[in-house]
């Protein structure tokens, strides 16, 4: 066995960095001192979007009342920095051109959404509840207890989050914080929280944390194995490398966008495991409903019986959600989604006033509320239950996403519009969740990859330049889907075809300029932006957190490890290492590596072979470790690891694993040319 000199001991926080990554950027270009300008909308788009204004009934403004109703302070020229100055929020440049009516460029349905989601201030939603819109992605909601602040979803960051609640204390006066409510175990909603309390104030008992059952589980493995993945991709979803302008990026969705501070968590101190169960939080009494695998495993509804209001965490929205959502992730429940509405109609229908959610604007009035809640709950079951419909008709997944017609009574509310997700995605999920991704056609049951298959069909439609006419064909007729399946084939095939890229980028630009959903918007228009000025380095952000970490099992780490193993190069080798890890709750775990895969057992069997390393460190060195704060190899050197056997083998398994590279190509193949199975 090879062994690597012991300088070659990095083990840093790459095994994380990407794995909790969330952020935003802006522009820094390698290859170019200067973006490409946007081009405007074609004719066909101008066409597309003044069609959007027929068919919807724009008179109606009843939501754009809501979104102002109880306005107590609005903050338009809002921007949060850090400690070191530098802006991690900004919805003052939404200022400068979210006014009037849509251009050309933003399908006028997003547009309406847009203006709705820019709305920052402090708002009374009813007497002792009130919510911070337009800080984060997220709303933040608080709650007038009998001694403070009952803070509800504290945003994504730090930064925010405290800004937030410096509003809520300068205009309503100044309380403590009693407590912290979190609805569910996505970052957007509880990963502020230190801007709000810190640990110190919850460890004396001066602050409750309450969550979800398995809030923290689901904390701790969220994106972990994939994150690199879906870290790549959320930067297109979000458009955290687009300008803020009416060519780019207007709005994400659910928000105008996902801040870029500190990322911080505090574990919940209580759990919430049962619909029915009660709390009285700083005299305030709340009811609970648990509702989880619908929007994220962990997450719950309440009912402020004294306010008769309902806080529906996110399984209510002002769009239609994500059944399978864009970045990537495990498909949700479409059916589960839908009859945990309906058992929050059954519980709290005949006794609510106001309805307030995660995102967006409350809706009030017994009458709205239940419309709102039964047309969003039959919007999701009449796409399970048609896609499942139309599946067992033999239609394929993609034949069902163009067939499925929703009706009007579904269709024309705002609030099941396409924002954020979208029914063409929706009902692809759902047939992926119950058939998987494969049609049933045998033609595709083992098709060739992307980059070979793009070789190949523009070979047969007679070479690059017959590609290129016909692409610009499809574009000058407005035809841009197809363009766009054109154009893949030509890109994949030659991707430093430079004519090829800019016609693919003006095919996405008009395809962005047309969306009604704001992630498709943000995908096309980043994908355009991408083909034509390379990748962005400033939109890669990780937020490898110590709270996250902290929770972070260490079975969950070494899973990651695993994910990282290069299976050929560690072909014929073999090792064992012991990790023992000190403190109030000692582990101990045997790794192992033969037949190309990395396992490992918690505990090791009496009796068991020596091992060729053993290693003994506290959980809080691997943290600062995974940091980057520190490496292994400096920590042994230091006597911070206690190591029996031969070091060596470290540099040894390191060597075999792969760091992934988070500037990755979508719009173009990742995979060598030669790995491709022609």
Request: glycine share 8%.
């Amino acid at each position: 066995m090879t062994r690597l000199p012991f300088a070659a001991l990095p083990f840093t926080a790459s095994l994380l960095a990407a794995a909790i990554a969330l952020g935003s950027s802006s522009l820094c270009w390698a290859e170019h001192n200067e973006a490409i300008t946007p081009k405007p909308a074609t004719a066909a788009t101008q066409a597309a979007n003044a069609a959007v204004l027929k068919e919807l009934d724009f008179a109606d403004r009843s939501d754009f009342e809501n979104a102002q109703r109880g306005l107590i302070k609005a903050t338009p020229d809002l921007v949060v920095k850090d400690a070191d100055g530098r802006v991690v929020w900004d919805v003052s440049v939404y200022q400068e051109f979210l006014q009037g009516d849509a251009p050309d460029t933003v399908n006028p349905s997003l547009w309406r959404l847009a203006q709705l989601n820019n709305t920052p201030g402090l708002y009374e939603v009813t007497d002792g509840i009130y919510q911070v819109r337009g800080f984060d992605l997220a709303t933040m909601t608080v709650v007038r207890g009998d001694t403070g602040w009952i803070v509800i979803d504290p945003l994504t960051t730090a930064e925010p989050s405290k800004a937030a609640m410096e509003l809520v204390n300068s205009e309503l006066g100044e309380r403590p914080v009693t407590a912290i409510i979190y609805t569910h175990s996505h970052a957007d909603h509880f990963a502020g929280v230190r801007g709000v309390v810190s640990r110190e104030q919850v460890a004396a008992g001066d602050v409750r944390v309450i969550g979800p059952e398995h809030m923290t589980e689901h904390v701790a493995s969220e994106s972990v194995l994939l994150g690199n993945v879906m870290s790549r991709r959320s930067q297109y979803m979000f458009g955290f490398g687009l300008p803020r302008n009416a060519q780019q990026q207007v709005d994400a969705g659910l928000g105008k966008g996902v801040s870029n501070g500190t990322f911080t968590f505090i574990e919940p101190t209580e759990e919430i495991a049962e619909t029915g169960q009660t709390l009285t939080v700083d005299g305030v009494d709340i009811e609970f409903l648990m509702a989880p695998g619908t929007e994220a495993d962990a997450e719950m509804v309440f009912y402020f019986p004294e306010q008769r209001a309902l806080l529906a965490a996110e399984i209510l929205n002002a769009s239609l959600h994500n059944i399978l959502t864009p970045r990537g992730a495990k498909i949700r429940d479409a059916l589960v989604w839908s009859r945990a509405l309906d058992e929050v109609l059954q519980h709290f229908g005949d006794r609510t006033d106001v309805v307030l959610t995660s995102h967006y604007w409350p809706r009030w009035g017994q009458e709205e509320v239940r419309d709102y809640i039964e047309k969003q709950r039959d919007m999701l079951k009449y796409l399970h239950d048609q896609t499942l419909r139309l599946a067992n008709l033999g239609y394929k997944r993609d034949e069902i996403a163009e067939a499925i017609e929703i009706p009007d009574s579904l269709a024309n509310e705002w609030f099941n519009r396409g924002y954020y997700g979208t029914i063409e995605h929706n009902v692809k999920g759902i047939y992926q969740r119950y058939l998987g991704f494969w049609s049933g056609n045998p033609a595709t049951l083992d098709p060739l990859p992307e980059q070979t298959a793009g070789e190949r069909y523009v070979d047969a439609m007679g070479g690059a330049e017959a590609v290129m006419k016909m692409g610009q064909t499809a574009f000058d007729e407005g035809d841009y889907r197809w363009g766009a399946m054109l154009m893949n084939h030509l890109v994949m095939a030659q991707p430093d075809n430079q004519s090829a890229r800019e016609l693919q980028a003006d095919i996405f630009e008009q395809l962005g300029y047309q969306a009604e959903s704001a992630p498709w918007r943000n995908i096309y228009l980043t994908g355009a932006r991408e083909l034509r000025n390379g990748f962005d380095p400033a939109s890669v952000v990780t937020t490898a957190s110590p709270d996250i970490l902290a929770v972070l099992p260490i079975e969950q780490i070494f899973d990651l490890l695993a994910v990282r193993l290069n299976g050929p190069k560690a072909d014929g080798l073999e090792l064992d290492i012991d990790w023992h890890f000190t403190g109030d709750e000692p582990q101990e775990f045997r790794m192992s590596l033969d037949n190309s895969v990395l396992r490992y057992r918690n505990g090791i069997d009496e009796g068991a072979e020596e091992p060729d390393l053993s290693l003994t460190l506290s959980r809080d060195v691997l943290n600062r470790v995974l940091l980057q704060q520190t490496s292994l190899g400096a920590e042994i050197e230091a006597g911070n690891v206690t190591t029996e056997g031969d070091v060596q083998i470290l540099g040894q398994l390191f060597s075999l694993l792969d760091n992934f590279n988070p500037t990755f190509p979508i719009a173009t193949s990742a995979v060598p040319a030669e790995e491709n199975d022609g």
